[in-house]
T-cell receptor, first 113, second 114 residues
């Protein structure tokens, strides 16, 4: 069935780049939305990529999409301590549902000063 | 705009008690949903609604009820709280039932069942 896989943890030093990788089993979404969850808060829309794009840059964020390999990545340049959060790969639609989405478990990014 | 508002932010219950988690959105979104977030489990869908008067079950509906009498409100009821329902609960909404719109999340209700 549908699934989104991503690493649970990532630790980087301040100023380094962070890369969060996702693989998915199937997706027909037109827009692929990344979400960020800061401690004690709900998920917030971070950025997105249109499904017919290979890459999108949004300030310090770069999203790469490889549809052939069903692989997505989010790169954060010059990672800051304020980037510490849980990052959710774009959810995928559950087949046969009325637009219900399957989320991955999220990658917890820890940024060390 | 307030977006998606959840109340209360924190709650402690005893086993067997009932309560309602409130969710309201002011964006006129048709689609609303409830998730629970547990360590190592990610977000799991409890119930959802594609419009006023229409609700349906998600992945983990047992022990929870919902209703959608208005577009704005989507309360989640715990009928008889159990320790397994200790979790963080998130309400979310989006413009249509399709998956091409971003979801807007509330800040969550942190619920502990003793």
């Amino acid at each position: 069935g549908e699934d989104v896989e991503q690493s649970l943890f990532l630790s980087v030093r301040e100023g380094d780049s962070s890369v969060i990788n996702c693989t998915y089993t199937d997706s027909s979404s037109t827009y692929l939305y990344w979400y960020k969850q800061e401690p004690g808060a709900g998920l917030q829309l971070l950025t997105y990529i249109f499904s017919n794009m290979d890459m999108k840059q949004d300030q310090r964020l770069t999203v790469l999409l490889n549809k052939k390999d069903k692989h997505l990545s989010l790169r954060i340049a010059d990672t800051q301590t304020g980037d510490s959060a849980i990052y959710f790969c774009p959810p995928v639609p559950r087949r046969g549902s009325q637009g219900n989405l399957i989320f991955g478990k999220g990658t917890k990014l820890s940024v060390k000063p | 705009n307030a977006g998606v508002t959840q109340t209360p932010k924190f709650q402690v219950l005893k086993t067997g008690q009932s309560m309602t988690l409130q969710c309201a959105q002011d964006m006129n979104h048709e689609y609303m949903s409830w998730y629970r977030q547990d360590p190592g489990m990610g977000l799991r869908l409890i119930h959802y609604s594609v419009g006023a008067g229409i609700t349906d079950q998600g992945e983990v509906p047992n022990g929870y009820n919902v209703s959608r009498s208005t577009t704005e409100d989507f309360p989640l009821r715990l009928l008889s709280a159990a320790p397994s329902q200790t979790s963080v609960y998130f309400c979310a909404s989006r413009r249509t039932g399709g998956d091409n719109q971003p979801q807007h999340f509330g800040d969550g209700t942190r619920l502990s069942i003793l």
